[in-house]
C-alpha cells in the first residue's frame, strides 16, 4: 500500500481546470519528483495534497485513509508537511520563532527540543542566525528555514515546492544534498522542482506533468536518459 495515492484528481479555477485525472503514488521511503513547465500543475499538485484547495473530482489517500475532504491542519497531524513555493518565512520573527512554528500542534517538549537539535545540524547556519530576524537572511537561508520548520512538525511526507528557485548555484548543490539526507533519515519526500536534472539524479521515480495531465512516468534515472524529458525540461537535444 502506498504512503500517498492520488486518484483521477481534477482541479479547477473557476473555468480554468488546472488539474486533469491526475493519478500518482509515492511509496514510504521513496523520493518521488514532479517536473513540468511553468503552469503544468505542479504546485497545484501539493496543494491538494495538502488540502489547501478542494478537488473537483477524484481522492487523495494517505496511509490507506481518504483525506480528501480532510482540513489542511489535520493532514498536518497525520504527517504531511508542506515548505511552499516561495519559502513563506515570517520576515519579523527570528529564525528559531520561525521554526517554532512548524511545531504548533506539539506537546512534547522534549521531543520538540531533541527536532531542534536535529534541524541545526542539517542546517547549522540556521543555528548560527537562531536569534536574526527571518528577514534579514538569504534566500538560501530562508530555504532552510521552511524546509526546517516543516521538519519540526516531524512529516512522514515532506512536500518540497522549488526548493532551488532564486537561489545561488552553491546553495543549490547544498539544499539537493540536505534532501538526500533528510530522506535517509526515514523521511518520503515529493518533491517538486523546475531544476530537472538535480531532481531526477536524487528521485527513486518521477512524472511529466504537462497543462494539468500526467504525460509520463517512470524512474529518475530512466527520465534523465528519455530524449523528450532532455529536450523539453533539461536543455539536451
Same mark, same amino acid.
Given at each position: 500500500?502506498?504512503?500517498?495515492?492520488? =486518484?483521477?484528481?481534477?482541479?479547477?479555477?473557476?473555468?480554468?481546470?488546472?488539474?486533469?485525472?491526475?493519478?500518482?503514488? %509515492?511509496?514510504?521511503?521513496?523520493? %518521488?519528483?514532479? #517536473?513540468?513547465?511553468?503552469? @503544468?500543475?505542479?504546485?497545484?499538485?501539493?496543494?491538494?495534497?495538502?488540502?489547501?484547495?478542494?478537488?473537483?473530482?477524484?481522492?487523495?489517500?494517505?496511509?490507506?485513509?481518504?483525506?480528501?475532504?480532510?482540513?489542511?491542519?489535520?493532514?498536518?497531524?497525520?504527517?504531511?508537511?508542506?515548505?511552499?513555493?516561495?519559502?513563506? %518565512? +515570517?520576515?519579523?520573527?527570528?529564525?528559531?520563532?520561525?521554526?517554532?512554528?512548524?511545531?504548533?500542534? $506539539? =506537546?512534547?517538549?522534549?521531543?520538540? @527540543? @531533541?527536532?531542534?537539535?536535529?534541524?541545526?545540524? !542539517?542546517?547549522?547556519?540556521?543555528?548560527? $542566525? /537562531?536569534?536574526?530576524?527571518?528577514?534579514?537572511?538569504?534566500?538560501?537561508?530562508?530555504?532552510?528555514?521552511?524546509?526546517?520548520?516543516?521538519?519540526?512538525?516531524?512529516? $512522514?511526507?515532506?512536500? !518540497?515546492?522549488?526548493?532551488?528557485?532564486?537561489?545561488?548555484?552553491? +546553495?543549490?548543490?547544498?539544499?539537493?544534498? #540536505?534532501?538526500?539526507?533528510?530522506? =535517509?533519515?526515514?523521511?518520503?519526500?515529493?518533491?517538486?522542482?523546475?531544476?530537472?536534472?538535480? /531532481?531526477?539524479?536524487?528521485?527513486?521515480?518521477?512524472?511529466? !506533468?504537462?497543462?494539468?495531465? %500526467?504525460?509520463?512516468?517512470?524512474?529518475?534515472?530512466?527520465? !534523465? @536518459?528519455?530524449?523528450?524529458?532532455?529536450?523539453?525540461?533539461?536543455?539536451?537535444?
Amino acid at each position: 500500500m502506498a504512503l500517498l495515492e492520488l =486518484k483521477d484528481v481534477s482541479v479547477r479555477y473557476g473555468r480554468i481546470e488546472a488539474l486533469r485525472d491526475v493519478s500518482l503514488t %509515492v511509496e514510504e521511503g521513496e523520493i %518521488v519528483t514532479l #517536473i513540468g513547465a511553468n503552469g @503544468a500543475g505542479k504546485t497545484t499538485t501539493m496543494k491538494a495534497v495538502s488540502g489547501l484547495i478542494p478537488l473537483a473530482s477524484g481522492s487523495v489517500h494517505f496511509d490507506g485513509e481518504d483525506i480528501s475532504k480532510l482540513r489542511a491542519d489535520l493532514r498536518v497531524r497525520r504527517g504531511i508537511c508542506q515548505s511552499p513555493e516561495g519559502r513563506g %518565512v +515570517f520576515p519579523g520573527m527570528t529564525v528559531r520563532e520561525n521554526l517554532e512554528m512548524g511545531c504548533y500542534t $506539539r =506537546k512534547d517538549r522534549q521531543a520538540i @527540543a @531533541a527536532d531542534f537539535e536535529r534541524v541545526f545540524q !542539517l542546517f547549522p547556519r540556521l543555528e548560527e $542566525r /537562531a536569534t536574526q530576524a527571518g528577514g534579514t537572511l538569504s534566500g538560501g537561508e530562508q530555504q532552510m528555514v521552511a524546509i526546517g520548520r516543516a521538519l519540526m512538525a516531524r512529516p $512522514r511526507l515532506l512536500l !518540497l515546492d522549488e526548493p532551488s528557485m532564486g537561489l545561488a548555484p552553491q +546553495f543549490i548543490q547544498q539544499i539537493f544534498a #540536505i534532501i538526500t539526507e533528510i530522506n =535517509k533519515q526515514g523521511t518520503t519526500v515529493l518533491l517538486v522542482e523546475q531544476n530537472a536534472q538535480q /531532481a531526477l539524479s536524487r528521485a527513486d521515480r518521477g512524472y511529466v !506533468l504537462e497543462t494539468g495531465s %500526467v504525460t509520463k512516468t517512470s524512474t529518475g534515472g530512466d527520465l !534523465l @536518459a528519455d530524449p523528450a524529458v532532455k529536450e523539453a525540461y533539461l536543455g539536451m537535444a
